[in-house]
């Protein structure tokens, strides 16, 4: 089993920057990939951002590019997502996810989920 938890959450206004933090436990992580989902209300579950662990391989939804990084710290077993220039529409909860073998980039591929963690944008 792997456990996930979030942190770094909370309200900005536009433009503004966060980083969340994904501290993970429970087994050895050198064929998990990691990642960041998002759910807005009333909206599905969708991809944010990935990284492979042992691999400095990075994945993001066009909607992040160029604004939103992902990286991790192998010897903190941590996740990070930096987020800059936010926008109202990135108000989500923010999940941290984790795959065996790779990076999942559809919800249904996901093996661990973290708790979520609010991340609001005000315009």
């Known amino acids: 089993q792997v456990q996930l938890v979030e942190s770094g959450g909370g309200?900005?206004?536009?433009?503004?920057?966060?980083?969340?933090?994904?501290?993970?436990?429970g087994r050895t992580?050198?064929?998990l990939g990691m990642g960041w989902f998002r759910q807005a209300p009333g909206k599905e579950r969708e991809f944010v951002g990935?990284?492979?662990?042992?691999?400095s391989n990075t994945y993001y939804a066009d909607s992040v590019k160029g604004r939103f990084t992902v990286s991790r710290d192998n010897a903190k077993n941590t996740v990070y997502l930096q987020m800059n220039n936010l926008k109202p529409e990135d108000?989500?909860?923010?999940?941290?996810a984790a795959r065996s073998g790779?990076?999942?980039?559809?919800?249904?591929d996901v093996d661990?989920?973290?708790q979520g963690t609010q991340v609001t944008v005000s315009s």
């Open 29 to 31: 992580f050198n064929h």
């Open 91 to 96: 108000t989500a909860v923010y999940y941290c």
């Open 102 to 108: 790779g990076v999942a980039t559809t919800q249904y």
């Open 112 to 114: 661990y989920w973290g």
């Open 11 to 25: 309200l900005v206004q536009a433009g503004g920057s966060l980083r969340l933090s994904c501290a993970a436990s």
């Open 50 to 55: 990935g990284i492979r662990w042992t691999v």
